[in-house]
């Protein structure tokens, strides 16, 4: 019954490589959330999708690009991974767009070798 | 004990003493403040909000006191136990910035037994 889960929860790979991962939320939530965690912990909003479209885009290199298939749903692919990728990522959901109550994945934790 | 929650500082406290964590904000737009503590390996959890209507609001063993004169947040937590252990992070839903949340630098919590 876990209310929101990402896969995988740890991943891998070399500097180049194309990767996803994806989200998902039972919570019947309208607003999904992709968050980047650098390793000094600090934790900023990279993308905001409401009802499957796009609301907030934090300035995010294009390599990265969010799919929302429906409302449950904010996969996030990442092309051409660089060294600076690594991070741990979290997905969000929350009821209404900007809801304060933000429920957080588990995080996936990115290393790029 | 106290501490300012920037560059994840640490704070350290005996098991069953109060804790307080502060964090400073810096828009004066913002009108909604939200805790999350993030444990080890798991996504940030809410702890308690706060409109910036309100100075003071209560949970379980947690008080969160909004200063907007000098735009200072901070989080008591009472008689604090070794599960209290975490990063907290206070967050600001800013409304010239889409109504989304930016979070603070996090303030790591120790507590020893």
């Known amino acids: 019954d876990t209310a929101v889960s990402q896969t995988p929860k740890y991943l891998v790979t070399q500097m180049g490589n194309d990767k996803s991962i994806k989200c998902e939320q039972n919570?019947?939530?309208?607003?999904m959330y992709w968050y980047k965690q650098d390793s000094k912990k600090f934790l900023k909003i990279m993308f905001s999708?409401?009802?499957?479209?796009?609301?907030i885009n934090e300035t995010v290199p294009n390599r990265f690009s969010p799919k929302s298939p429906d409302k449950a749903h904010l996969n996030l692919h990442i092309n051409s991974l660089e060294l600076g990728d690594s991070a741990v990522y979290f997905c969000?959901?929350?009821?209404?767009?900007?809801?304060?109550?933000?429920?957080f994945g588990p995080g996936t934790r990115l290393t790029v070798l | 004990g106290e501490s300012v929650g920037l560059h994840l500082p640490t704070l350290s406290v005996q098991e069953g003493d109060n804790s307080i964590i502060n964090c400073a904000y810096s828009n004066s737009a913002s009108d909604y403040f939200i805790w999350y503590k993030q444990e080890s390996g798991k996504g940030p959890q809410f702890i308690i909000d706060?409109?910036?209507?309100?100075d003071k609001r209560q949970g379980q063993r947690v008080t969160v006191l909004l200063n907007k004169t000098v735009k200072h947040l901070s989080l008591q937590i009472a008689a604090t136990q070794p599960g209290d252990s975490a990063v907290y992070f206070c967050a600001e839903k800013r409304n010239n910035a889409g109504n989304m949340l930016t979070f603070g630098g996090g303030t790591r919590l120790m507590v020893k037994p």
């Open positions: 706060i409109r910036s209507n309100m």
């Open positions: 999708y409401n009802n499957k479209e796009l609301i």
């Open positions: 919570l019947g939530h309208d607003t």
């Open positions: 969000a959901s929350s009821l209404i767009a900007g809801g304060g109550e933000q429920f």
